[in-house]
């Protein structure tokens, strides 16, 4: 694939892309899971983890507004609120593995649904299916999906949602691992969107697979594959 190209990414970094801080601990849970032995059920409860830290920090990117509030020893605290016409939008099948903990912090949130699968021969994402709510338009758009290798699927995804009329801007991508390649696809192509993550691997191989990588997340997170 890219192992040739390297990916000036260094403006993405600083204007949209938001890579969770590396310390020891993140780094502990990637470790579990990484590992090819791991069980499931080890790489459900750690990978849910890491997804709970990237949920958070993909929500601090949401505007807020100026809140005072009274305290029990009646002061003031100077205080923040927080944003309100949300969207998640989970990309069928691995960003759902992503949904239950956007659910545990914004129990009341709407969900959308994108089903985009690359064509076994082309290699190309091919869109199936969407359902959205009818004023998507006026929300920010949480959008899941940990893989980003090529970008292609994140690509169409992005484009429907701006077909919709949402606003650029208003997407946040909350992703588990990606590539340079991956970052530079979607950032050149479309400037304003964030993304959160937890990892850039270091390239795609020639079977597009992240390296060091972690396999294939969904498989691995749903059980089809032992
Ligand atoms: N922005 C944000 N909202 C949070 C967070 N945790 C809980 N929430 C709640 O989730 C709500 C997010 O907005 P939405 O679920 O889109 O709710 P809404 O815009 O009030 O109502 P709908 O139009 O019915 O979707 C906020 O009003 C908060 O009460 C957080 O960390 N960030």
Do not use: W
């Not at 969207?87 to 129990?107: D, F, H, K, N, Y």
């Amino acid at each position: 694939m890219s192992n040739s190209t390297t990916y000036d990414i260094d403006k993405y970094l600083k204007q949209n892309v938001h890579v969770l801080p590396q310390n020891n601990q993140l780094r502990a849970l990637h470790t579990i899971i990484r590992n090819r032995q791991v069980s499931r059920e080890d790489f459900v409860f750690y990978s849910s983890r890491i997804i709970r830290l990237l949920i958070e920090a993909g929500l601090n990117l949401l505007p807020f507004e100026p809140l005072e509030v009274e305290t029990p020893v009646g002061n003031t605290y100077n205080g923040l609120q927080f944003a309100s016409k949300l969207c998640g939008v989970p990309i069928i099948r691995a960003g759902e593995s992503m949904e239950s903990e956007l659910r545990a912090v914004c129990p009341a949130i709407r969900i959308g649904k994108i089903l985009i699968q690359r064509d076994k021969v082309t290699k190309l994402p091919h869109y199936y299916y969407s359902n959205l709510p009818e004023d998507i338009h006026e929300r920010h758009i949480l959008m899941l999906e940990p893989m980003l290798a090529t970008g292609g699927s994140a690509k169409v995804a992005i484009q429907l949602l701006l077909d919709k009329g949402v606003q650029e801007d208003k997407i946040i991508f909350v992703n588990f691992i990606t590539v340079p390649e991956g970052i530079h696809a979607v950032c050149s192509k479309y400037p304003k969107i964030k993304i959160v993550t937890s990892s850039i691997e270091e390239e795609l191989n020639e079977n597009a697979f992240m390296i060091p990588g972690i396999g294939d997340f969904g498989d691995r997170y749903f059980g089809t594959v032992n």
